[in-house]
Nanobody, 120 residues
Framework: VQLQASGGGLVQAGESLRLSCVAS????????MGWYRQAPGKQRELVAT???????NYADSVKGRFTVSRDNAKNTVFLQMDSLVPEDTAVYYC???????????????WGKGTQVTVSS
């Protein structure tokens, strides 16, 4: 399984960006896709996830500003980021995971990351 993210860049505070991530390979239909981020000197943290059934989960810091969505047919997850602030500056990583019930193990995959920089 490979994850390819795109859409990062440099923007000013208050502007928007849209990230996309396409997953390829053998993927279980029932899964969770999402985004995590890591700022310099900090641990990687959850930004938002969405299940194949459409349930979403957001970090408190992005609620009301970011929207996660997906296209199941294309194994693609999106992150619409509005009202960006400098604290959103980080490398954003795409994530895909599912539960392998047969072998009783969690499968998890990461993309390489895309830089988002928000200037004040």
């Amino acid at each position: 399984v490979q994850l390819q993210a795109s859409g990062g860049g440099l923007v000013q505070a208050g502007e928007s960006l849209r990230l996309s991530c396409v997953a390829s390979g053998t993927i279980l239909r029932i899964n969770t896709m999402g985004w995590y981020r890591q700022a310099p000197g900090k641990q990687r943290e959850l930004v938002a996830t969405v299940t194949s059934g459409g349930s979403t989960n957001y970090a408190d810091s992005v609620k009301g500003r970011f929207t996660v969505s997906r296209d199941n047919a294309k194994n693609t997850v999106f992150l619409q980021m509005d009202s960006l602030v400098p604290e959103d500056t980080a490398v954003y990583y795409c994530n895909l995971k599912w539960r392998d019930v047969l072998f009783r193990r969690d499968m998890e995959f990461w993309g390489k990351g895309t830089q988002v920089t928000v200037s004040s």
